[in-house]
């Protein structure tokens, strides 16, 4: 079988790239059924960018990693897929954007009647401060105090001691 898949054709001049032979061969292919892969080779399978590219996910993008990935994908074609993936970033962050601009819009809709409010809870808290800072004052006060006390009780020990 061999031999009828690939008998040779005589070359004539009028066919320099020996088409009609390229014609025959590939048409025997087709009726025997053999593809060009049959010898355990495969066609790299296409896989789209996307967020789930383990190369454009990682914590720091490493160039080499990523253009092997792609080693079968042509410079022109490899810019266009970036330029779509540009595109499609820039359409996700631009939606994004618009639900939180609706969410930030509505917060400060909502905090317009808040400073009133804050003013009145202002007084009690000055007030409260104030009370602290006092009390800070007097604690400090009789820790002063307590501290000497010791320190004159502790002269008094040592003063037996060697006495």
Do not use: W
């Not at 690939?6 to 009028?14: D, E, G, K, L, T």
């Not at 355990?40 to 990935?69: C, I, M, Q, R």
């Not at 962050?93 to 909502?110: A, G, K, M, P």
């Not at 401060?129 to 004159?152: C, F, H, N």
Request: aromatic share 6%; net charge negative; charged share 35%.
């Amino acid at each position: 079988m061999r031999s009828q898949l690939f008998r040779r054709i005589p070359v004539s001049n009028s066919d320099p790239y020996e088409l009609e032979r390229l014609a025959e061969e590939l048409e025997a292919r087709e009726v025997s059924g053999k593809s060009s892969c049959s010898d355990g080779l495969e066609l790299p399978v296409y896989v789209p960018l996307s967020h789930d590219n383990e190369y454009l996910s990682a914590e720091t993008f490493d160039v080499e990693k990523f253009l092997l990935s792609r080693v079968y994908t042509s410079l022109p074609e490899l810019r266009t897929e970036l330029k779509d993936y540009l595109s499609s970033l820039k359409e996700e962050l631009v939606r994004l954007i618009n639900d939180d601009y609706e969410d930030f819009i509505s917060l400060s809709t909502d905090l317009r009647g808040e400073k009133s409010r804050l003013e009145r809870i202002k007084a009690p808290l000055s007030n409260l401060r104030q009370r602290v800072l006092i009390a800070r004052k007097s604690l400090q006060g009789i820790q002063d105090t307590v501290q000497v006390k010791l320190e004159a009780r502790a002269k008094l020990r040592d003063e037996k001691v060697a006495a």
